[in-house]
Structure formats: C-alpha cells, structure tokens
C-alpha cells in the first residue's frame, strides 16, 4: 500500500522534575482545513480531512513517532503508551515522552530551541475514504474522510503542505511582488528534483533571491547553467523555507 505523507507545524514542550524525559507536542492535522496546492502523482489538487477520518486507525493500529520518517529513529508508539493520539472535531494532536536515545535527545534540543517547528503523518485513504470535486479556481479537491494512519514523524526539515506554515513564502513573493503559489510551485520543483527549471521558474527564484539578499542577483548565463541556478536557489530558499 502506497503511504502519502502530509507536513504541519509543531512545537517541543519542556517538562520540569527530576525525572522529566523529552516531551513533545503536537497538531499532527488541523480538521477541515484545505491544504496550498499539491502536485502528485500527476495530478495537481488541494485536499482537506475530515473529522473522524483516523478513528479506526486510532482504535486498531499500533502508529509509531518517527524522526523523518526513518523506521530506524524510533522515538515511541502507541502500543507502550509512550505516543498517545487524540483526536476532536478541531484535529488530531499527539503528545509523546521520547525514549532518552541519542538522537532523541539531540530532537528536543533543537526543538526546545525553535530549530525544528513541523511534523508530518503518513497515510493512505481506505477504498471508500475519499471524493473528488473541481474547484471555484479550476483546481481539483479531494476530501478524505477515512485514513489509514501508519505514521507519524518529526521533521528537520520539509516544506508543509497545509496554510498556516508557509508564511515564508507568502511573504517572500509579497516582498518579490510575485504570485504566492508561483513561488511555491517554483519551490518544490527544487525539492522533487525531477524535471529542469522552466524559463518562468527561473525568473520567479530569481527575483525571489533578489527579495531575500536585497541585491540583485547575478544574471544566468546563455546558455542557462541549470546546475548554479538550482544550487544558488536551494541556497538561498529551501534554508528559508522550512
């Protein structure tokens, strides 16, 4: 079964006693909230999850609390009681006392310290969990009311795909005067690695490097050198972009 992962923001809790372990919260998926625009798979959509979409996973699957999706970074599970997973109408939140390994110590403080603020849970929709619909804007959207939860991880790094986490980029393309989700696009053809930059991308990350170094950018040479644009705008942007 193909897992699809989807990214939201989090935050490190610091608990206080003699015996305190690493603590940490989070909102693993807010609820009915329409995610920015996401490409896979070959198609381009937003999606949204409903309420009650994990409660059978919740009640018959054993999910794990991973560091960036690596079964081998085990921080706990619901089986031991270590990860607990609560789910209201508003969302689904976890709360978990790591394990004291090496790398989990080395996952709180970052996360103590702000360098970490985001995680994502791995999931695939049951044969009747979801619908499709077009959008006002042309856009596909996918309505998902019944997940399979198989994990959920801790990022160091991974750009998310719902609102409210990428302020970044909506500010950037503001300071750039370029169309937010231009910029996004842009963006995450560098995280896939999968095609060339078009001309219109191009332009778009370099502008967007102007915006962030106050300086114009060095003009790309003819013929384009794919290779420096992606290494300046990987540089440049993916740091900034969480």
């Known amino acids: 079964m193909l897992m699809l ?30 995610s920015d625009v996401i490409r896979e798979r070959g198609k381009t959509f937003r999606e949204r999850v409903l309420p009650r ?19 081998e970074k085990l921080l706990a599970s619901t089986r031991t009681g270590r990860l607990r997973l609560t789910a209201d109408e508003a ?22 310290a702000g360098e970490i603020g985001t995680m994502s849970f791995a999931f695939a929709p049951t044969r009747s969990g979801e619908s499709w619909a077009d959008g006002a804007d042309g856009v596909q959207e996918r309505t998902l009311s019944e997940l399979i939860l198989d994990e959920v991880s801790i990022l160091t790094g991974k750009h998310p795909a719902y609102p409210g986490t990428s302020a970044f980029v909506r ?4 300071d750039a005067e370029l169309d937010e989700w231009a910029v996004a696009e842009a963006i995450e053809t560098l995280r896939d690695g999968e095609r060339n930059l078009t001309a219109d991308e191009i332009g778009i990350l370099t502008r967007a490097i102007e915006a962030l170094t106050d300086k114009p950018a060095e003009p790309a040479p003819d013929p384009i050198d794919y290779r420096a644009i992606h290494e300046a705008a990987i540089a440049a942007l993916l740091e900034r972009a969480g």
């Open 5 to 34: 992962r989807r990214a939201f923001p989090a935050q490190f809790e610091e608990r206080s006693g003699s015996d305190a372990q690493p603590t940490f919260v989070g909102t693993v998926n807010v609820f009915g909230q329409w």
């Open 91 to 112: 969302s689904l939140r976890a709360e978990s006392e790591f394990v004291p390994t090496s790398y989990a110590l080395d996952a709180q403080k970052l996360g103590v």
């Open 171 to 174: 500010s950037l393309a503001a």
């Open 53 to 71: 979409a994990f409660d059978r996973s919740l009640k018959q699957r054993a999910v794990l609390l991973l560091l960036d999706h690596n079964r």
